[in-house]
């Protein structure tokens, strides 16, 4: 195993090619202009600026697809534990499974559907669904495509939910399975695994026509259950406060923070009609938690939280030049920046 030391001393000498305030100078531009910033920056390799001054989503997406491919190939060499490594990596095994399912259901092309390779190789999972032999996948993997295949037994059609429920609570549950266990990084990974899964499931309910529609797609290991979610449902603004009331009588402290959390988020959600801050709000889990405590970090939660920000840039990087394509004012920009 690499010493933390060295892999601290790799992330030190790493610090200078983060963005960090070229990202909000990069929205106050237009499209071709923050590409041209992006490769002079030498975001996604060493570049010579945009061709002939135009904008290129194709481009934009390859520049970004480099980054994610340096930060897992970063993952792979030096993360201190199977924990911290599949924590990253194994969401993207999950997509590309998922993927291949829905390529073998619909017979459409595969490779457009694919994210960056992950902890499996997509040689490996292509074998998988060509031979029908899911034994050559993780047990996790192969036991959400067996659910995914019980759920369109009776035909694939309106089964996309329930298909992406059942990979999405068998990689939450995988996930928590492999971060039991001492040390600080695996508990600073279940914290966020917890939070995640309450705001994963939050984001359910609040797109969900009905609570029993809602909990058949509910994802294990969060802090709150299915009826703890009621209040989304709710008739009225009364009714909903009565059953968060009840949710919260007796409930310990840390569930009590995570109910007023995704309350809270609940009530913006009916307020504004959109559930676009809830959404938000869940894709930046980590980083919010990691950046509360950014000064107090040791052992290995410098390296988690150096791979969290590498993910949110490029993840800032394609929100920013997709709403430059489109027009988007620069205060509306931000307002879609994972943790600003």
Do not use: W
């Given at each position: 195993?690499?010493?933390?030391?060295?892999?601290?001393g790799?992330?030190?000498?790493k610090?200078?090619?983060?963005?960090?305030?070229?990202?909000?100078?990069l929205?106050?531009?237009d499209?071709?202009?923050?590409?041209?910033?992006?490769?002079?920056?030498?975001?996604g390799?060493e570049?010579d600026?945009?061709?002939?001054?135009?904008?290129?989503?194709?481009?934009?997406e390859a520049?970004?697809?480099?980054?994610?491919?340096?930060t897992?190939a970063?993952?792979?060499?030096?993360?201190?534990s199977?924990a911290?490594?599949e924590?990253?990596?194994?969401?993207?095994?999950?997509?590309?499974?998922?993927?291949?399912?829905k390529?073998k259901?619909t017979?459409?092309e595969?490779?457009?559907?694919l994210?960056?390779?992950?902890?499996l190789?997509?040689?490996?999972?292509?074998?998988a669904?060509?031979?029908?032999?899911?034994?050559?996948l993780p047990g996790?993997?192969?036991?959400?495509?067996?659910?995914?295949?019980?759920?369109?037994?009776?035909?694939?059609?309106?089964?996309?939910?329930?298909?992406?429920?059942?990979f999405?609570?068998?990689?939450?549950?995988?996930?928590?399975?492999?971060?039991?266990?001492?040390?600080?990084s695996?508990?600073?990974?279940r914290?966020?695994l917890?939070?995640?899964?309450?705001?994963?499931?939050?984001?359910?309910?609040?797109?969900s026509?009905?609570?029993?529609?809602?909990?058949?797609?509910?994802?294990p290991?969060?802090?709150?259950?299915a009826?703890?979610?009621?209040?989304c449902?709710?008739?009225?603004?009364?009714?909903?406060?009565?059953?968060?009331?009840?949710a919260?009588?007796?409930?310990?402290?840390?569930?009590?923070?995570?109910?007023?959390?995704?309350y809270?988020?609940?009530?913006?959600?009916?307020e504004?009609?959109s559930?676009?801050e809830?959404?938000?709000?869940l894709?930046?889990?980590?980083?919010?938690?990691?950046?509360?405590?950014?000064?107090?970090?040791?052992?290995?939660?410098?390296?988690?939280?150096?791979?969290?920000?590498?993910?949110?840039?490029?993840?800032?990087?394609?929100?920013?030049?997709?709403?430059?394509?489109?027009?988007?004012k620069?205060?509306?920009?931000?307002?879609?920046l994972?943790?600003?």
């Open positions: 195993m690499i010493s933390r030391t060295y892999a601290n790799v992330i030190a000498a610090e200078k090619y983060f963005l960090g305030d070229k990202l909000l100078r929205i106050e531009t499209a071709a202009g923050a590409l041209r910033a992006l490769k002079e920056s030498g975001f390799g570049n600026g945009a061709e002939n001054g135009k904008f290129s989503s194709d481009e934009t520049l970004i697809a480099a980054e994610e491919t340096k897992n970063f993952i792979r060499e030096y993360a201190g199977e911290e490594k924590y990253f990596l194994a969401p993207l095994d999950c997509h590309n499974v998922k993927a291949y399912f390529a259901l017979g459409a595969v490779s457009k559907m994210a960056p390779e992950g902890a190789a997509v040689k490996k999972i292509a074998a669904f060509e031979n029908e032999d899911y034994s050559l996790y993997l192969a036991f959400a495509v067996a659910e995914a295949e019980k759920a369109c037994e009776g035909g694939a059609a309106g089964k996309g939910a329930e298909v992406g429920a059942a999405e609570k068998a990689l939450f549950a995988h996930l928590f399975a492999v971060c039991k266990g001492a040390g600080k695996r508990r600073a990974l914290g966020a917890k939070e995640k899964a309450d705001l994963t499931n939050l984001v359910t309910a609040l797109r026509g009905s609570a029993e529609a809602a909990a058949g797609q509910y994802v290991c969060g802090a709150l259950s009826e703890d979610f009621s209040f449902f709710a008739e009225n603004a009364e009714q909903a406060d009565k059953l968060y009331n009840k919260c009588a007796g409930a310990g402290g840390a569930k009590k923070k995570a109910l007023k959390t995704v809270e988020l609940y009530r913006g959600a009916k504004s009609g559930v676009a809830a959404e938000k709000r894709a930046e889990t980590e980083i919010r938690l990691f950046e509360a405590r950014k000064y107090e970090l040791s052992g290995s939660e410098p390296f988690l939280y150096y791979v969290l920000r590498r993910k949110t840039e490029c993840a800032n990087v394609r929100a920013a030049m997709v709403c430059l394509n489109a027009g988007m620069e205060s509306e920009i931000k307002k879609r994972r943790g600003l």
